[in-house]
């Protein structure tokens, strides 16, 4: 056995484990949290660490300088233990859940948005309003005269109170039932869920408690994971918080993940991770922000992809990325949180956002319900930008989606300097034509950068081909003191010199940076034409664009359509429509008709298979170029 230290953020981790184990598989178990997108495959570069004390059997890559490696940075996946060894994790591979730019409805902006989603979905005749309310009730007491067993006796009260033909107490009501009734002189409060005729009781409290009946609404990202605290009564917002999904050290994209979960144990460990790392402590975070235990949240609507659905549940994933990629469900009866030790009211019932297809899950059926395309005459798209790319097309009278895979470009995977929208990332950028000069934001306004996130990746590409620093196919053709090349030709842009950041390395971009995030625009732009021709039509028809997901936020649009991302249509018809699966999910949760309409969006939609779709890849090689191998669906875009 050997000892090993992980030091983070300046604490010690140490673990023992047996020569020959991988460092990164190490690291995770023992609770490590180190940024591999690619999932330990070494094509990332992301799960770097510097050793510090004791030796490694780990190989030179391309991806660590012959400088670097004399300095001690290893490759944690491609790292094998030979003795005790101390090693540091730096900052940006351990911190990038916790600091991680999540969209959720924390900006002015976002809140703006998410209240005019409420006022739409409202004017559209969709009521709110739930099935569950808060009964407070005053029982005769019993004497020797009046032996009603207690069950009987808040029973008999409700059904006069409300209505109700039948009254059902559950075993957690139950279990606390008697020393509630007498603690408070038989004057207590009843949570109630009604179905129909029948109530059943939740919980039972004392008369005088006040506290809202709090429900969660959560978006299960495959990156991130963002969470909302409402007050049941009236809608209201109680609490907000977002963090990484615990998921991701596992693997950037779902299929990773998905290969993960195969492996002994795996299973376990993605449910655990999304739950025990990510769900459960945002789920603390707000109780304590709104002065609430866990316990008092009695209902939960989650909306995720479908492999996340099936990953948060502990169902085997695996037959969802084989050929004919069947999901165990499309839609899930409701369950109880007790089952998924979710730590909220055992009876709490979880709901899940419609599936529609392999891969178009819930946050899809929820983003849509939220950009009312379905309550509109013009034909609209809808975009949902992340790891996975998912569109829907159509008006009132129908809905197609489809799926592709983008990859983790997007989120800074299989980017040399990428990285998530966390504190230190370059964000947006602009370039002087004549000096090649940048000028860049990062988020948190700090000094230094550290990467570049995914809207800072779409400003660079797009300013690098509009002032003539790249061409079509993404190599350089201009020279400059920012514009550098290896031994072997290759090209790169350098937008913060390692002197000026006090960084190990230079903040660049090179040209296989370049390609990878060429073909994940390549993949946004092939599903929307394939998408559009497979009814006869092209972008023309397109009366809106809505974008959503955690990227979306960030995006200058225009830069979108000059590197040809998107369709080259009118700027005015652009939306951003914020956390749309957070807004659909917040809807479900708080309307019992907008459950209803999200049910029916998802079994009226068409999912087209892009993968059986045989125009697709003919039109994924024609987008990767920028904008595009035919100029003409790109009039607007001028370069030089």
């Not at 929820?366 to 930008?385: H, T």
């Not at 996130?453 to 061409?471: K, M, P, Q, V």
């Amino acid at each position: 056995m050997v000892s090993v230290t992980f030091r983070v953020n300046g604490s010690d981790v140490v673990i023992h484990a047996a020569e020959g184990d991988n460092l990164l598989e190490t690291a995770r178990r023992a609770n490590v949290a180190i940024d591999a997108p690619c999932s330990g495959n070494g094509a990332c570069g992301k799960c770097r660490v510097k050793l510090i004390q004791g030796e490694l059997d780990s190989p030179q890559t391309r991806h660590i300088t012959d400088e670097e490696y004399a300095q001690g940075w290893r490759l944690s996946c491609v790292s094998k233990l030979v003795g005790d060894i101390t090693v540091e994790v730096p900052d940006i591979a351990s911190a990038y859940r916790s600091r991680m730019k999540v969209a959720d409805i924390s900006s002015p902006k976002e809140l703006e948005i998410f209240n005019e989603t409420k006022r739409e979905i409202a004017e559209a005749g969709i009521e709110f309003g739930n099935n569950l309310s808060s009964v407070r009730v005053q029982l005769s007491e019993p004497s020797m005269d009046d032996t009603m067993p207690d069950n009987e006796r808040l029973a008999w009260k409700l059904r006069e109170e409300t209505g109700a033909e039948k009254v059902v107490l559950t075993y957690s009501a139950l279990k606390k039932l008697a020393r509630v009734l007498r603690e408070n002189a038989f004057d207590v409060r009843a949570i109630l869920e009604t179905e129909g005729d029948t109530v059943r009781v939740l919980d039972v409290l004392p008369g005088s408690d006040e506290k809202p009946i709090a429900g969660l609404v959560v978006d299960l990202g495959t990156t991130s994971v963002a969470a909302l605290l409402i007050d049941m009564t009236n809608g209201n917002v109680l609490a907000k918080a977002s963090t990484g999904n615990g998921q991701i050290r596992y693997g950037a994209d779902v299929i990773n993940r998905i290969i993960e979960s195969e492996k002994e144990g795996g299973s376990v460990r993605l449910q655990k991770a999304v739950i025990d790392e990510s769900i459960r402590p945002l789920v603390q975070e707000m109780c304590r922000s709104a002065n609430l235990t866990s316990d008092r949240v009695y209902r939960m609507c989650l909306a995720g992809n479908t492999t996340m659905n099936h990953l948060l549940l502990g169902l085997d994933a695996d037959p969802v990325r084989m050929e004919p990629y069947i999901p165990s469900f499309f839609h899930a009866d409701p369950m109880r949180a007790n089952e998924l030790k979710l730590g909220l009211h055992p009876e709490a019932k979880l709901m899940l956002a419609p599936n529609i297809g392999s891969y178009v899950g819930g946050d899809i059926t929820a983003g849509a319900f939220a950009s009312m395309l379905w309550n509109k005459e013009e034909l609209s798209l809808f975009i949902d930008l992340g790891t996975n790319g998912e569109l829907v097309f159509g008006n009132n009278e129908f809905l197609m989606s489809c799926a592709c895979s983008a990859g983790p470009a997007f989120e800074g995977g299989d980017i040399s300097c990428g990285m998530r929208a966390t504190d230190g990332a370059i964000d947006s950028c602009e370039i002087d034509i004549d000096t090649m000069e940048p000028h860049f934001t990062t988020i948190g306004n700090t000094e230094h950068p550290v990467g570049i996130c995914g809207s800072g990746i779409i400003d660079i590409i797009a300013e690098l081909y509009r002032t003539g620093i790249i061409n079509g196919k993404g190599k350089f053709s201009r020279e400059g003191r920012r514009i550098r090349r290896d031994e072997n030709g290759m090209g790169s842009y350098v937008i913060a010199f390692k002197e000026d950041t006090g960084s190990i390395r230079d903040v660049a971009i090179n040209e296989v940076d370049i390609d990878s995030f060429i073909r994940a625009k390549g993949a946004i732009f092939s599903a929307t034409m394939t998408m559009l021709s497979s009814m006869g039509m092209d972008p023309s028809v397109l009366g809106h664009v809505y974008v959503a997901g955690g990227i979306g936020s960030g995006i200058n649009m225009r830069n979108a359509v000059m590197i040809g991302m998107l369709p080259d249509i009118d700027h005015e018809l652009f939306s951003y429509i914020g956390n749309s699966s957070l807004s659909g999910a917040y809807a479900m949760l708080t309307s019992v008709q907008s459950e209803e309409k999200v049910g029916e969006l998802a079994r009226s939609m068409t999912y087209l298979e892009l993968s059986t779709e045989p125009g697709y890849m003919d039109a994924f090689v024609a987008a990767c170029f920028l904008p595009h191998t035919d100029a003409q669906l790109f009039p607007s875009v001028q370069v030089g």
